[in-house]
């Protein structure tokens, strides 16, 4: 069913098909589908603006129709309905999975005519290392086999590097939470010598553990565990790995879903780049190696 004819004629009987509900407003849209990347295990929105008189709609994951009007055809509990009112005709898919990615279709009835637009999903995967050659020793002049086995999506590339480069922060990002509930936020870096993890908040106080938040340093990431969210938690929090190499920063969010939010970056530190507090912050850490 790859066949454009065959999906725009599916979709035109599929609408003649749905039961009369009042009267939307709908807008025409291009017949060339637009492309949407969401990291794997995040939420994404797909939006249906309009703006036309209808009279059916529905959405359409390649064949399989995920919602005909307001009534959920779909079995996953993940996608749901968003908006279906005068402008906007919208559905969320949380927590999506490789599984997900292909071809969405709104379409709907206007002025007599079916109207179809497209988005295109595509999920990717952060990569990250799943195994690695154990330290090894050798005699000068010896046969040594290392490996290095890392996946993602897309399928990433693996280099090698000489063991003396500073930490390296890979993997962050920001993180919605419900107050009451439990969340993490959680920082990774590639690091030899093994970087030492410190947090802060977004006034630059050091976090501290308490009977609501914990702290916990594995041997290549740091975790901030949140067992009772509640109103103080929520804000920015910046993850600061360091050995005597040197040292990188990454800041990430703690919000309430629905908050207007940028992703975490990382900035990396070295011994001729940063300023002020970091800087500070760099060498005094150095100072203790």
Not at 43 to 50: H, M, Q, V
Not at 112 to 126: E, G, M, T
Request: proline share 5%; aromatic share 8%.
């Amino acid at each position: 069913m790859n066949c454009p004819v065959l999906r725009n004629v599916f979709a035109g009987l599929l609408l003649a098909l749905l039961s009369s509900g009042p009267s939307v407003h709908g807008a025409e849209f291009g017949p060339l589908p637009d492309n949407i990347t969401v990291l794997e295990g995040e939420s994404i929105i797909l939006r249906c603006k309009i703006d036309e008189e209808v009279t059916h709609k529905a959405w359409l994951n390649r064949s399989n129709i995920l919602f005909a009007g307001t009534d959920k055809w779909s079995l996953d509990r993940r996608v749901s309905l968003v908006n279906s009112n005068t402008s906007d005709f919208s559905i969320q898919i949380e927590r999506v999975e490789v599984a997900d990615e292909g071809l969405y279709t709104c379409s709907f009835q206007a002025s007599n005519k079916p109207r179809i637009a497209h988005v295109f999903l595509i999920v990717q995967v952060p990569a990250r290392i799943v195994n690695i050659s154990q330290d090894v020793s050798v005699n000068e002049g010896g046969n040594v086999y290392l490996f290095c086995l890392a996946v993602g999506r897309p399928e990433p590339t693996v280099t090698w590097k000489e063991n003396k480069y500073p930490p390296m922060i890979t993997d962050v990002k920001n993180m919605p939470a419900q107050l009451g509930k439990t969340a993490i936020l959680r920082c990774e870096a590639m690091a030899v010598p093994t970087a030492s993890f410190e947090w802060y908040r977004d006034d630059r106080r050091p976090v501290e553990s308490d009977n609501t938040l914990r702290i916990k340093n594995e041997k290549t990431r740091s975790l901030l565990l949140f067992t009772n969210v509640t109103d103080k938690h929520f804000g920015n929090y910046t993850c600061f790995a360091s050995n005597r190499l040197g040292a990188s920063n990454a800041s990430m969010l703690l919000f309430r879903p629905g908050a207007v939010y940028g992703r975490g970056v990382a900035v990396n530190v070295g011994v001729s780049a940063g300023v002020g507090f970091w800087l500070c912050l760099s060498v005094s850490l150095l100072m203790k190696v």
